[in-house]
């Protein structure tokens, strides 16, 4: 069943009385914007001229990507402001009807995502070859698979899908020229594991873009089966699978996805806020459930603001990886700052937990005014091997991201892991920086990041300053978030003169 979507209507005409709406749409129309609802709307339609007060209230409920103003309003300037700030788009009134029908259903307000854990995928009993199962990361097969199309990895339970929704598939993996794959879907029926309802064939040229799901039939379920041919190594890394606003946003309307060669992702979400300094940057921390974090905090600052997630291994890789991986950061981030016309001295970077790690690594790129940071993880080699005594157990993940950059969880690879954050670090000159951070004193997973950063920070004039909270990496989390929050309220305030709404 889908979401009921919440609609804003503002015009002389309610849009309830000239077209049929769908009954998951629920359209609340206006005459005069008088007050502010307690929740967002999930789409905003426009078809008069609004007044500077409404549009001072509509900001505060208006997500960005989702205004669309009728073709036939003139735009003032006020108008033209709040367009601009939302990313608001023209709708022709010819088209309105088709968009209620077919559209509006993409604006959902709860998206979903996540990569399916390597062992949920079983290896079909009928491959010959040689299987290794890589930590967490991913399956290497090799051998021969015949001349004809047949299965080699499934996903052991169906997904579920509904009615009226669509996912998205995106399969990482790595292979041999000599290895064709295709994937195979099949559609059944909920409670009824008989009926096949409908069957997807993608090819290994499909496999480019993302796999489109759509079904418009009954509430189901998916089995995914992985096809190959030919002889030789093939790798599969993961199989993500989100649901859909198609074409209308990655997990939030309006967000982007940058894809690399090597097939990883890398996500990302502007609003433009008021379009004045600064432009927050907030790395998502550790996410199983892929998506973006800390929206509803860094909309309420009503700054602009850019979030960063990657959905690699399990729930994120510290934002490390190729040369192309690290530059594609760096890129997005210098291209909004673009798009505003700021420089780095009117951006902070932001984050906890992994967030800190992204924040501090490109900071080193940016040279942000502000890098502010809750539970600081600088030494990632440090990390994986505090898995084997201080922390067994609590994080394996980052034994994968070890061993994801360095083929490798010894020492070496530890110290080397390790000297790729330091080295950038310490070649960075942070003189127009400040670093806030609340970390943890007794911190399992990287007790010295503080400490550390202090000792390397070898810039004159550059202003550190923390607050240490007893206990482990995840103790005290509302403490830390709280301490979060107040510190960039306190920059916003002091360094750029703003009022932050409570």
């Known amino acids: 069943m889908l979401d009921v979507i919440r609609v804003l209507q503002l015009g002389t005409e309610d849009f309830n009385e000239i077209y049929n709406v769908p009954d998951y749409i629920e359209i609340e129309y206006s005459e005069n914007f008088i007050s502010v609802p307690k929740d967002a709307y999930d789409l905003i339609f426009v078809d008069r ?25 003139k735009l003032n300037s006020h108008m033209e402001f709040y367009v601009a700030c939302n990313k608001g788009k023209m709708l022709p009134r010819t088209d309105v009807q088709s968009f209620l029908d077919k559209e509006a259903r993409n604006y959902f307000a709860k998206p979903y995502g996540e990569k399916m854990r390597i062992n949920h995928f079983a290896v079909s009993h009928g491959f010959k070859g040689t299987v290794q199962w890589d930590g967490y990361y991913c399956i290497n097969l090799n051998g021969e698979y015949g001349s004809e199309f047949k299965q080699i990895i499934y996903l052991r339970n169906n997904l579920p899908i509904a009615k009226g929704t669509a996912l998205e598939l995106w399969l990482e993996y790595d292979k041999d ?16 594991p008989a009926n096949v309802l409908k069957k997807w064939m993608f090819s290994e040229k499909d496999c480019e873009e993302l796999l489109i799901l759509d079904n418009d039939m009954h509430n189901g379920s998916l089995f995914i089966s992985i096809r190959a041919k030919g002889h030789g190594n093939f790798k599969f890394i993961a ?49 199983t459930m892929e998506g973006f974090e800390g929206y509803f905090m860094m909309k309420k600052m009503g700054c602009p603001f850019l979030l960063i997630g990657e959905p690699r291994l399990e729930g994120g890789a510290f934002y490390m990886g190729t040369e192309e991986y690290e530059a594609g950061v760096v890129d997005i981030v210098r291209m909004h700052m673009e798009e505003l016309g700021f ?14 790690f992204g924040a501090m690594y490109y900071g080193c790129d940016i040279l942000p005014h502000a890098i502010i940071l809750g539970k600081p993880l600088a030494s990632v080699g440090d990390v994986a091997s505090n898995e084997r005594l201080h922390r067994p157990g609590g994080f394996p993940t980052s034994l994968d991201v070890v061993n994801y950059l360095e083929g490798s969880i010894d020492d070496a690879a530890v110290e080397s892991v390790n000297n790729k954050f330091w080295d950038k670090f310490d070649r960075t000159e942070w003189t127009n920086s400040k670093f806030i951070v609340a ?38 989390s509302a403490g830390i978030v709280g301490w979060f929050k107040t510190q960039y309220d306190k920059v916003l305030k002091q360094d750029f003169s703003r009022r932050i709404d409570k």
């Open 239 to 287: 199989m993500h699978d989100r649901i859909s606003r198609r074409g209308h946003g990655c997990f939030l309307p309006g967000g982007k996805r940058k894809v690399f060669s090597n097939r990883e992702e890398l996500f990302y979400y502007f609003d433009p806020g008021d379009m004045k300094p600064p432009l927050n940057v907030y790395f998502s921390g550790y996410k």
């Open 439 to 476: 970390y943890m004193i007794e911190d399992d997973y990287d007790n010295k990041a503080y400490n550390n950063l202090i000792s390397h920070m070898t810039t004159d004039g550059v202003q550190i300053y923390g607050k240490g909270i007893h206990g482990r990496h995840n103790d005290a």
């Open 49 to 73: 001229v609004l007044s500077k007060a409404e549009i001072e209230l509509l900001i505060k409920v208006t997500k960005a990507y989702t205004l669309y103003i009728l073709d036939d309003v």
């Open 343 to 356: 420089d780095s001295q009117q951006v902070i970077l932001s984050g906890l937990s992994m967030g800190t």
């Open 177 to 192: 020229d000599s290895v064709e794959l295709e994937v195979e879907v099949t559609l059944f029926k909920s409670g009824e």
